[in-house]
């Protein structure tokens, strides 16, 4: 590539980079903001007497100790129950000699064409009758499962060679063994990508735990924080960027710490498929 074209490469990534990163601004900015303030302006979205009067108060007056509780035992619950059970339903499709292997695959892979608010009333008649709305079961049991993590992990199942396999069963390993020793050792980018994209799903997730849960002791952050943030005629905007500034500090984390894990998931993943 040509010297010129490089720089406008670069400039045009420095543009998609602030304007990706400017609703990120606009939320700290406000949450660091005094009372009485408003953003009529672009101007006024520099804070003339930053504070931390919001976040004080949301940690010290508001649940907000209980929705990061409650978030982070649905989301490890989930995504640990995406990396065993998609894991097994995928190697179990891409090692069967049946004929209607790829037709359960197919099936599988045409629920991704659903739309999932369809499913919220279903869902919600099913948990009532079980008694479990407003329990952890309902914010997790619906979700141990996902049917892009199942297609996308059988990718990477089909590139492991058989080879190994034959030859731990010939050494007396049985299916367990070999899948927990061998298989899933050599899945781990995908079950990388897995992890943190079930992670980020789950933990911004809105609407469905609104709709199953209706008490604190199982809210989880983005519900809990919306009703907390709620005044008495009005949203208390710098209080509820306060908590959402702070929820995202897990999100931000996550992907720094695993981005190179996660490039090479996607890319690998792209190859093989």
Do not use: C
Request: aromatic content about 12%; charged content about 15%; hydrophobic content about 55%.
């Amino acid at each position: 590539m040509r010297p010129r074209h490089t720089r406008l490469v670069a400039v045009a990534l420095l543009v998609l980079l602030a304007l990706n990163l400017f609703p990120l601004y606009v939320m700290v900015s406000v949450s660091i903001k005094g009372e009485g303030t408003v953003l009529a302006r672009l101007y006024d979205l520099i804070p003339s007497e930053p504070t931390l009067k919001n976040y004080r108060e949301i940690l010290s007056h508001g649940p907000f100790a209980r929705y990061l509780f409650n978030s982070t035992v649905v989301v490890a619950f989930v995504v640990l129950g995406n990396l065993a059970f998609a894991s097994t339903a995928a190697y179990a499709i891409a090692r069967s000699r049946r004929k209607y292997a790829n037709l359960m695959l197919a099936v599988l892979i045409s629920t991704m064409m659903i739309p999932k608010h369809i499913m919220m009333i279903p869902l919600f008649t099913l948990l009532l009758k079980m008694n479990m709305i407003d329990t952890y079961y309902a914010l997790v049991l619906p979700f141990l499962v996902d049917a892009f993590n199942v297609f996308f992990i059988h990718q990477y199942v089909k590139s492991v060679p058989r080879d190994i396999e034959e030859a731990a069963f010939m050494d007396g390993a049985g299916l367990f063994t070999t899948f927990t020793r061998i298989v899933f050792p050599a899945l781990k980018p995908a079950l990388v990508v897995v992890a943190v994209n079930t992670f980020l799903l789950n933990w911004n997730s809105f609407l469905l735990p609104f709709i199953l849960t209706n008490s604190d002791k199982v809210r989880t952050l983005p519900v809990g924080l919306a009703i907390f943030s709620q005044g008495e005629h009005s949203v208390d905007w710098g209080l509820l960027m306060a908590g959402a500034t702070l929820a995202a500090i897990p999100t931000i984390v996550a992907f720094a710490f695993f981005q190179k894990h996660i490039v090479r998931g996607i890319t690998e993943g792209a190859v093989r498929g």
